[in-house]
């Protein structure tokens, strides 16, 4: 049988999802607003399995038996509930990004793998099935199979509306994304688990729900009046909410290190400098996302180099959504 690859970019929430309203299916709790980041992505190629027995994960051309392959295996004895084949698959990635460490590389991930499981068997999808079965893989990669900005649905909704749309920006919002590393290390804990502990024990994660459609809304707008002043705060609120939410939870979830919190103070010192060109988001890790407009980017990136609170730092613009890789 034939040999399928395919391509996507990892994405970051500009307002971020966080918990599910159903586990077994992966419907995120609520809506979620991202950016396709353009050249931090994975490559994945599916084929039949060497065993007759069960699937293969290799991950950057090692054999991974550990937690991914468990997740994998979950994921594919799921698409087979849905679409069914025979056999088992050898599933290999490659990752032109750090893994696990709040990169959005399980986004890029499950979106290569849906793209590439669509061309294998195929199933010939619409973008919005694709994406729907991005989700049930990671909720964020459902995002990742659109170009440039995309909107996930969340909330009490069925499976089938669970997917993601693509999203116009006005022409004045030209905009890029910096991502200051602090850490590659991988995460003590999962997303996944993460919000499984918020839901359960954060006295404020019932506000974060009840304000969160809200916000989203009001993130609509700032997009539709070409407002990224609007937008930058609004991402911000989403993230440190998602955040106190998590540091109130039982046992508290911090992601943030040292350097996290020094640089979201450096932001603000570019803010009081310069006016309000540069905007943070964080994920389920260390790193710092920087939200400005692509003729501050030089002004904004010589800044954080020159902090020395950086490890690396990718430049993104607006990505392409994910797409199959003819061998
Ligand atoms: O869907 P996951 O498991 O990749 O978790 C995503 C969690 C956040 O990045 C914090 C939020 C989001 O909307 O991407």
Aim: proline share 4%; aromatic share 10%; net charge neutral.
């Amino acid at each position: 049988m034939k040999k399928s690859q395919s391509y996507a970019n990892a994405n970051i929430a500009l307002v971020k999802y966080w918990g599910k309203s159903d586990i077994a299916l992966n419907i995120p709790a609520m809506p979620s607003l991202s950016m396709t980041l353009d050249g931090l992505g994975c490559k994945v190629c599916v084929e039949p399995s060497s065993t007759s027995s069960s699937h293969e994960l290799f991950i950057d051309d090692e054999k991974s038996l550990g937690p991914e392959f468990t997740r994998l295996s979950v994921y594919l004895e799921q698409v087979r509930g849905f679409y069914s084949f025979d056999g088992f698959l050898k599933i290999s990635s490659k990752n032109f990004m750090p893994m696990s460490a709040g990169l959005a590389s399980s986004a890029a991930f499950f979106a290569a793998l849906a793209t590439a499981l669509n061309d294998h068997f195929g199933l010939n999808l619409s973008p919005k099935s694709l994406s729907r079965l991005a989700r049930l893989g990671s909720a964020s990669a459902a995002r990742s199979i659109f170009s440039k900005w995309a909107l996930l649905e969340g909330g009490e909704i069925n499976d089938d509306e669970a997917h993601a749309l693509p999203i116009i920006l006005p022409d004045s919002l030209d905009l890029a994304m910096l991502i200051a590393v602090t850490s590659t290390a991988k995460k003590a804990i999962s997303s996944r688990d993460a919000m499984k502990i918020t839901g359960a024990s954060s006295p404020y994660y019932p506000a974060f729900l009840a304000t969160h459609r809200g916000d989203f809304k009001d993130m609509q707008a700032a997009i539709r009046d070409g407002n990224f002043h609007l937008m930058g705060e609004l991402m911000e609120h989403s993230c440190m909410k998602m955040h106190a939410c998590m540091m109130a939870a039982r046992p508290s979830i911090n992601y943030f290190n040292h350097d996290t919190v020094k640089l979201i103070h450096f932001i603000y010192e570019i803010r009081k400098k310069y006016g309000p060109i540069a905007f943070f988001t964080i994920d389920a890790g260390p790193n710092v996302k920087i939200l400005c407009r692509s003729q501050h980017l030089e002004l904004v990136k010589s800044a954080f180099s020159l902090s020395g609170l950086c490890q690396d730092i990718y430049v993104s613009r607006p990505g392409l959504g994910a797409y199959v890789v003819e061998s």
